[in-house]
């Protein structure tokens, strides 16, 4: 659910395998009763919307991936598209051949803050400045976010934070 007083701005969506999408706000201003389709995956895909975040012109995005690679770039790389529309390509995912697991996006981050908060699975968090991550165009590969290890596990999130904020994480117990 996001709350929105004027129709102006667009809404940026990303998934599991690295698609990204900009739509303007102004499709969804007059909703119907059966609702309105605001992506279209294509029939069979095993794709799934992991963000949508409300994004004004001239702000960042960063996409996260699980085995520790984070890309930034602007969000107006990413041309308007409509509701029909798929998406682009927002990183690249690389792909493990040896244990055949394959690497996807968990997180989408608009950037207005000073730093990023990446959360892993084992519990560990790294704290990072939003320059350390190189800008760079979409559709690349990314740069390391954090080392994945046996330590501290796959990457399950990252939050955007300031150096005045409370965080609060817990476990699935």
Do not use: W
Request: no cysteine; charged share 30%.
């Amino acid at each position: 659910v996001i709350s929105v007083k004027n129709f102006e701005d667009s809404l940026f969506m990303a998934t599991k395998k690295g698609r990204v999408k900009r739509i303007s706000l102004k499709h969804f201003s007059k909703p119907r009763a059966s609702g309105i389709k605001a992506i279209n995956f294509p029939a069979g895909e095993s794709d799934l919307l992991i963000g949508v975040e409300v994004v004004k012109k001239g702000q960042e995005v960063l996409l996260a991936t699980k085995k520790g690679k984070a890309i930034r770039f602007n969000a107006e790389d990413v041309r308007e598209m409509g509701r029909a529309s798929y998406g682009v390509t927002g990183i690249k995912l690389n792909k493990d051949t040896l244990k055949g697991t394959s690497d996807e996006v968990v997180s989408l981050e608009i950037l207005d803050t000073e730093a990023i908060l990446t959360i892993t699975k084992k519990g560990y968090g790294k704290r990072s400045r939003v320059e350390d991550y190189r800008k760079t165009s979409r559709a690349g590969k990314g740069v390391i976010n954090l080392k994945i290890t046996d330590k501290t596990g796959e990457i399950v999130t990252t939050a955007s934070v300031n150096d005045k904020d409370s965080i609060i994480i817990t476990t699935a117990k």
